[in-house]
């Protein structure tokens, strides 16, 4: 059972905030994703952002705060660290999690886990409502091909995921513990490998999604790979899940890559996220990083409520609404799932009367 709804959306529980936009309002962001870094420790074959060059730029840790205690004010509900680079690679890190969480925000992050010590899961998780290890193997050598690093890596991973289970159960935290892969050609063979290593080590669930072409991505390694072939592997993954521990085969998200086309004519979901990048840039769609078009300000410059209700996003917004082709846009993009939602509110289909 998917209860964390990973291969659907969350925008069911926001119903005041859909609400308000049904009714044309100004509506702040419920969920952004902040880039703290743009370095990177791996060089993963599959990586969608290769093209932002992981740029050693960081996030200054005093203003990124500044503007953490004002979106949180604000009514920003969450805040996913992840982004262009290895969060855990900045060194103000832990604080930036914990002043994120004081400020009312939810946090979540998305690593490679390599970085994830005893140090930082002493310092850190218990201002974290979950963490997701990108972990693409069940070997170290595949895992080594894969995420172009050292075999000895993958041990450090498995190692540090099993230390923040043990602090967390030690000290009754609520934070939840995932791991994810990628399905791709080098791993097919591993994934239940994989799965029974997350469960032995007492991971909450492992997530195994589809690859998706960037649309400025230099790889184009895994733009051909098709999932139909594997759906097999959903069945042998479930006799694996209980009541502590999941696998979240995301069927609905490969499906819709095999259907080739997307169930709404324009992109709705902007008002109710956002991105910002490692240097400050806040981001109509991280689909689009490096365009120009989608860029709304920069958070080293303004206060976050100058740029959400600027000029320049009001711009930004027409021309997703008049001019965007979502057809050209990434497919199973971050907001497909709720762009189908909020399509079919505002375009129901006949008879929905009866309930």
């Not at 602090?167 to 994989?194: C, D, H, W, Y």
């Not at 209980?242 to 499906?255: E, G, I, L, Q, S």
Request: net charge neutral.
């Amino acid at each position: 059972m998917d209860e964390f709804r990973i291969d659907s959306h969350k925008l069911i529980y926001h119903v005041d905030r859909v609400n308000d936009w049904l009714s044309g309002e100004n509506i702040y962001p419920i969920y952004i994703e902040v880039s703290p870094i743009g370095a990177c420790n791996h060089r993963c074959t599959y990586c969608g952002l290769d093209y932002m060059e992981y740029q050693p730029r960081y996030l200054d840790p005093a203003i990124l705060k500044t503007r953490l205690t004002e979106m949180g004010a604000l009514g920003l509900k969450s805040i996913m660290y992840a982004g262009e680079g290895e969060p855990f690679l900045h060194k103000d890190i832990s604080n930036i999690i914990n002043h994120t969480k004081a400020s009312g925000i939810d946090v979540a992050i998305t690593s490679n886990g390599v970085l994830f010590t005893k140090k930082l899961i002493e310092a850190a998780l218990a201002s974290i409502t979950w963490i997701k290890i990108s972990i693409n193997a069940g070997t170290p050598g595949t895992y080594a091909k894969i995420h172009r690093t050292k075999e000895e890596d993958f041990p450090k991973v498995v190692e540090n995921i099993k230390e923040a289970v043990r602090f967390r159960e030690a000290n009754k935290l609520s934070s939840t513990i995932g791991m994810q892969m990628i399905l791709l050609p080098e791993n097919v063979g591993e994934a239940l490998l994989l799965a029974r290593l997350a469960k032995d080590i007492g991971a909450d669930y492992l997530v195994i999604k589809s690859y998706s072409q960037h649309l400025k991505s230099v790889t184009h390694e895994y733009e051909e790979f098709k999932y139909a072939d594997f759906y097999y592997l959903n069945d042998e993954l479930r006799k694996l899940c209980d009541k502590r521990f999941n696998v979240v085969f995301r069927m609905n998200a490969m499906k819709k890559l095999e259907e080739g086309k997307k169930r709404y004519e324009k992109c709705l979901a902007l008002p109710f996220w956002s991105y910002i990048d490692a240097g400050g840039g806040v981001w109509a769609c991280s689909a689009f990083l490096g365009d120009e078009r989608f860029l709304i300000g920069n958070i080293n410059e303004s206060a976050f409520k100058e740029i959400w209700e600027s000029e320049r996003r009001k711009k930004v917004m027409e021309f997703v609404d008049k001019e965007l082709d979502t057809t050209a846009c990434r497919q199973n993009c971050r907001m497909d799932e709720v762009n189908r939602y909020l399509w079919e509110l505002k375009h129901p289909s006949p008879h929905v009367n009866f309930i």
